[in-house]
Nanobody, 125 residues
């Protein structure tokens, strides 16, 4: 059974940093024959869920939303079976529930096959 468990959210002041973790189990992320991707998505109150960043298990390729480029970094630690999202220079508009999700299809909100329950990030001004 595929499971994704997020952690690391919290309250931080603008300009600060947080590191989110997504523990992945029940599948082999770097299986080249399947082509998994894991992504981080976020949903602010009253807004739709949007993509933040994705990482490919087969080649490590990463993509970022324009709004977080240069501030956020996604990475995967195979020994820990965990995907991290390092978030620096946080802004109040980064406030949202952050979700980790996995897919064998396109790494977009409607393309994800499995979702975690989310972790809340609040950035105060």
């Amino acid at each position: 059974e595929v499971q994704l468990v997020e952690s690391g959210g919290g309250l931080v002041q603008a300009g600060g940093s947080l590191r989110l973790s997504c523990g992945a189990s029940g599948f082999t992320f770097d299986d080249h024959t399947i082509g998994w991707s894991i992504g981080w998505f976020r949903q602010a109150p009253g807004k739709e869920r949007v993509g933040v960043s994705c990482i490919s298990g087969s080649d490590g390729r990463t993509v970022y939303a324009n709004s977080v480029k240069g501030r956020f970094t996604i990475s995967y630690d195979n020994s820990k079976k965990t995907v991290f999202l390092q978030m620096n220079s946080l802004k109040p508009e980064d406030t949202a529930v952050y979700y980790c999700a996995a897919t064998t299809r396109r790494c977009v909100p409607r393309g994800m096959d499995y979702w975690g329950k989310g972790t809340l990030v609040t950035v105060s001004s």
